[in-house]
Nanobody, 119 residues
């Protein structure tokens, strides 16, 4: 069974940086497109970044130029470098594999990691 474990969240002041990690079990990681999502209470989960197996990336407009995702296939690990953090980046962040054609997520969600940006 695939397990996704996110880490690296915390409390940071606006303008600061955090680096999130997502470690995945199983052999699927290197062949799948991966995505970072975030969710705040009462809102739908939002896709903020994707990275293909080959390393091509896309970003939501709200984070473009501030966030950067990367992956280490040898370590089955996905990263999200978050710079110039804003109050509105406060959320629980999740990772998952997604279908490259439909964007449907492929696995059960992990517990996520809380990012809180303070003024």
């Amino acid at each position: 069974q695939v397990q996704l474990v996110e880490s690296g969240g915390g409390l940071v002041q606006a303008g600061g940086s955090l680096r999130l990690s997502c470690t995945a079990s199983g052999r699927f990681f290197s062949s799948n497109m991966m995505g970072w999502y975030r969710q705040t209470p009462g809102k739908q989960r939002e896709l903020v970044a994707t990275i293909t197996s080959g390393g091509a990336t896309t970003y939501a407009d709200s984070v473009k130029g501030r966030f950067a995702t990367s992956r280490d296939n040898a370590k089955n690990t996905l990263y999200l470098q978050m710079d110039s953090l804003k109050l509105e980046d406060t959320a629980v962040y999740y990772c998952n594999a997604l279908n490259s054609r439909t964007n449907a997520v492929l696995y059960r969600w992990g517990q996520g990691t809380q990012v809180t940006v303070s003024s």
